[in-house]
């Protein structure tokens, strides 16, 4: 999918799954990547990462490790840990926006997801809503 948008950098948190196999492949691919964490590393890798089915801190700290030492590690600082999700969404989005914008791309929104949302706390449909409030396009990668 990067290849066939023509992707040219990836703006990404480094939860397990999506985002962390979509780092992998741009890293691959020679793209630049942004990570956008919503605490400091090792609390997201603690949250977001190995407190879920699989093996993915292995992947979590190569990753993070090559994104930091390009300076594109960007972790924000929540109003409140209720928002925090959601503001790193956020700051996702604008990052992007304002890459997209010094490097003269077009930027798209992709949400990996099986489309069915899970109510008031789904950060991926809320993602998908705020990218769409900022006129981007978005793209939908289903997962069974």
């Given amino acids: 999918m990067l290849r066939a948008e023509g992707a040219e950098l990836l703006v990404s948190s480094a939860a397990c799954g999506a985002d962390l196999l979509a780092l992998s492949e741009a890293g691959s691919l020679g793209l630049r990547r942004r990570i956008v964490l919503p605490f400091d590393r090792n609390k997201f890798r603690a949250t977001s990462v190995t407190d879920r089915p699989g093996d993915w801190g292995l992947l979590f700290d190569e990753v993070v490790n090559e994104v930091e030492k390009q300076r594109?590690?960007?972790?924000?600082?929540?109003?409140?840990?209720?928002?925090?999700?959601?503001?790193?969404?956020?700051?996702?989005?604008?990052?992007?926006?304002?890459?997209?914008?010094?490097?003269?791309?077009?930027?798209v929104a992709t949400l990996v997801w099986?489309?069915?949302?899970?109510?008031?706390?789904?950060?991926?449909?809320?993602?998908?809503?705020?990218?769409?409030?900022?006129?981007?396009t978005t793209v939908e990668v289903m997962t069974l």
């Fill in 114 to 136: 099986d489309g069915k949302s899970r109510g008031e706390n789904d950060f991926t449909e809320e993602f998908g809503v705020y990218a769409r409030t900022k006129g981007l």
């Fill in 72 to 107: 594109d590690l960007l972790v924000i600082h929540p109003s409140s840990e209720d928002k925090a999700y959601v503001e790193a969404n956020h700051a996702i989005v604008d990052e992007a926006l304002s890459l997209g914008e010094q490097h003269r791309v077009p930027v």
